[in-house]
T-cell receptor, first 117, second 115 residues
Framework: AQTVTQSQPEMSVQEAETVTLSCTYD???????LFWYKQPPSRQMILVIR??????QNATENRFSVNFQKAAKSFSLKISDSQLGDTAMYFC??????????????FGTGTRLTIIP | DADVTQTPRNRITKTGKRIMLECSQT?????MYWYRQDPGLGLRLIYY???????NKGEISDGYSVSRQAQAKFSLSLESAIPNQTALYFC??????????????FGPGTRLTVL
């Protein structure tokens, strides 16, 4: 079974600064997907960024980027030029490649990020 | 209109009551999921359905049942609610395409409190 660990329950950073959220995972699979989801106070789950394990290049979406270290099973999220709207709970999640079976998301416990004005 | 809707959005009930949470989607997706979110535990999968005739247990199915009434509707029932079922419940959907990955789209969540 897969496990996802987020060791930072809470973080805070000043507006416009850069912040990095950590995530580690454990799996015996060779091909899989990793995700970061954002959950603002509205409760909506919003997909921020996705990384495919067989791609060495780190994914980037505007101010959001990841540092994917497959051998270390590490998948951190960097938020650059942080904005007040980035205040949310962030979840790291894992999904096996569909060729390996059913597509189910395994989530970490979340990191509550607060952007300070 | 939202693609994935959940009713009710908030519900308070008493121990022992039967509760049904409903999920509807207009995305035309075959696959539907129910997750539960608890503080400090993240989201955990309760049940999932890959089509109307295919329903599977997730990691925490005890105390829950589901019904897939149609492609677009997937209901979660608590036959006899207990306080430790107090949580935020999410429905999600995804396609069953031939690609290697199918994104899951989440509903707005239902906050359930069992007194």
């Amino acid at each position: 079974a897969q496990t996802v660990t987020q060791s930072q329950p809470e973080m805070s950073v000043q507006e416009a600064e850069t912040v990095t959220l950590s995530c580690t995972y454990d799996t015996s699979e060779s091909n899989y997907y990793l995700f970061w989801y954002k959950q603002p106070p509205s409760r909506q789950m919003i997909l921020v960024i996705r990384q495919e394990a067989y791609k060495q290049q780190n994914a980037t979406e505007n101010r959001f980027s990841v540092n994917f270290q497959k051998a270390a099973k590490s998948f951190s999220l960097k938020i650059s030029d942080s904005q007040l709207g980035d205040t949310a709970m962030y979840f790291c999640a894992f999904m096996k490649h569909r060729s390996f079976g059913n597509e189910k998301l395994t989530f970490g416990t979340g990191t509550r990020l607060t952007i300070i004005p | 209109d939202a693609d994935v809707t959940q009713t009710p959005r908030n519900r308070i009930t008493k121990t022992g009551k039967r509760i049904m949470l409903e999920c509807s989607q207009t995305k035309g997706h075959d696959r539907m999921y129910w997750y539960r979110q608890d503080p400090g535990l993240g989201l955990r999968l309760i049940y999932y359905s890959f089509d109307v005739k295919d329903i599977n247990k997730g990691e925490i199915s005890d105390g829950y049942s589901v019904s897939r009434q149609a492609q677009a509707k997937f209901s979660l029932s608590l036959e006899s609610a207990i306080p430790n079922q107090t949580a935020l419940y999410f429905c999600a959907t995804s396609e069953a395409s031939g690609s290697s990955y199918n994104e899951q789209f989440f509903g707005p969540g239902t906050r359930l409190t069992v007194l």
